[in-house]
């Protein structure tokens, strides 16, 4: 039978090798993780618990896997003599098969400014040093939701200014909605890439990452969505029958909110001529919003000119802060080419032309969940304090070719001072320190849920 998540193998090739590279009398190794600056001026911490719960909660060390490692290892790396089997035996035997690994780290859904540190790791038996950076590979995964957390944040900060100038801030949880599925990598990113948006929203049709809020973050329903079609089941009517197409989406869903693509032929056609002529009594005696979707040509130019023509034939109000606000029994989404870039040219496009941005909704999946990668936030996990022969040492790095790698010394821990954070030396707090014990040999201590985060990112 197959062997699921066999943590020993869950590293680089190398790390395999460095249990012997260590300076004779190294007990501990400290090592911290840190976004080292990049797009976004800080980070929203998400996504670690999901790891722990997934790959080191519990007993993760077997016979089996022993096996399965020793077997794969000995033909992997080619020398003799490799694969550290004593040690591995030595947490089946002395410690049950739990990781003897203290992790601490700052509490999911806060906002940390980049350039400190978000989460420390160290070994708690001596024998082990080796251990903490054995699973650096797997908890630096983490840079994966937390940088999707912060970017989502950041475009919602974009949406909130628009919607504070030219409209209404409350409809916000649902201006920026997750279509990210099919340009995911795996299902298991698109699980906690889409479970990491809906820290900052309630919009997805990632389904996955519902799964992955029920199962790793206590929410029972993380996100929604509605009926909406695709351009199959408008054009499988045929050309002469886009009409038909069009009506029975009216007729089958007869109330609520209902999306519609309309660009399978002629967007302008569409809004003017069918929607707006032939189909138009039906749209404003339904007693619900259609929702009209371009999905080609350049938004910067379709958007003002399909809500001309949608407020044209549909009517408008103009708001208190003087905005055009669409007829409510219809609306617009935007969901091709929408990137934390796009997304403030199209709402100050919208906004110089006269429109509210509460006419408007955001897809987004490419742009939402793929475009970006470690170096974003610069994501980097470094040893910076180690024990040896009972005293603490300072680890660091300071490469001539590259000042701007210089990392981080000592057992680090991060405090609030004058209210910002700040990352210290251990033995320079003096108030509470930031990062909380979420792990230790083998147990998650503290659980966090879905709606506890939500809360801790708007007041944090
Ligand atoms: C339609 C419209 C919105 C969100 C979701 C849908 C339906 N799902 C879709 N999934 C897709 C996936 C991939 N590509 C395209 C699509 S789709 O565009 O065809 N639709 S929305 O963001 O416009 N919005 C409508 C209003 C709604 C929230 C979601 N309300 C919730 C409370 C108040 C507004």
Redesign the pocket.
């Known amino acids: 039978m197959n062997i699921e998540n066999n943590l020993l193998l869950l590293t680089d090739s190398y790390k395999v090798s460095h249990y012997k590279q260590y300076q004779p009398g190294t007990t501990r190794v400290f090592s911290f993780f840190e976004s080292r600056g990049g797009r976004y001026p800080e980070t929203l911490f998400f996504g670690l618990q999901y790891y722990i719960k997934k790959y080191l909660e519990g007993v993760v060390v077997t016979e089996e896997k022993i096996q399965e490692a020793k077997e794969i290892l000995k033909n992997h790396l080619v020398s003799e003599d490799i694969f550290n089997e004593e040690g591995w035996r030595h947490i089946l035997e002395v410690h049950g098969g739990r990781l003897p690994i203290e992790i601490r780290a700052v509490r999911e859904g806060s906002r940390v400014p980049t350039g400190n540190v978000l989460l420390t790791v160290v070994n708690t038996d001596p024998k082990l040093p080796w251990l903490t950076n054995y699973i650096e590979t797997l908890l630096v995964e983490v840079w994966y939701p937390m940088t999707v957390a912060t970017q989502s944040y950041f475009m919602k900060q974009t949406i909130l200014k628009y919607l504070e100038e030219t409209g209404n801030p409350e409809?916000i949880e649902?201006?920026l909605?997750d279509?990210g599925f099919?340009g995911s990598t795996s299902v298991e990113s698109a699980g906690i890439g889409g479970l990491a948006h809906l820290v900052n929203f309630k919009?997805t049709?990632t389904i996955q990452a519902l799964v992955v809020g029920r199962n790793y973050y206590k929410e029972p329903m993380a996100g929604?969505?509605?009926?909406?079609?695709?351009h199959s089941t408008i054009t499988s009517w045929g050309k002469d029958h886009e009409v038909d197409a069009y009506r029975n989406m009216l007729n089958q869903y007869p109330t609520g909110?209902v999306?519609v693509?309309s660009d399978s032929y002629d967007i302008f056609h569409a809004c003017e001529e069918i929607w707006g002529n032939i189909l138009r009594e039906e749209v404003l005696k339904r007693n619900g919003?259609l929702?009209v979707?371009p999905d080609s040509g350049d938004p910067l130019e379709v958007l003002p000119k399909i809500l001309e023509i949608l407020g044209s034939k549909f009517g408008f109000e103009v708001n208190e802060k003087g905005y055009k606000v669409l007829n409510p029994r219809i609306?617009v989404?935007q969901?091709d080419g929408i990137d934390y870039l796009s997304l403030e040219k199209i709402l100050e496009a919208l906004k110089v032309a006269g429109w509210s941005a509460d006419n408007i909704?955001?897809?987004s999946?490419g742009g939402l969940l793929q475009k970006l990668d470690r170096d974003t936030q610069k994501c980097a996990f470094k040893c910076s304090a180690t024990e040896v022969n009972g005293e603490w040492v300072d680890a660091m790095k300071d490469p001539i070719t590259d000042h701007g790698k210089k990392s981080k010394a000592g057992r680090l821990s991060l405090i609030v001072k004058d209210g910002k954070y700040k990352t210290v030396r251990l033995e320079e707090a003096f108030t509470e320190n930031m990062l909380v014990t979420v792990f230790k040999n083998g147990h998650l201590l503290v659980e966090y849920g879905l709606s506890g985060i939500r809360d801790r990112v708007l007041t944090a």
């Open positions: 409809l649902f201006k909605h279509f099919r919009g049709d929604f969505s509605i009926p909406a079609a695709e909110m999306a693509v919003t929702i979707r609306r989404i969901g909704a955001f897809g999946g």
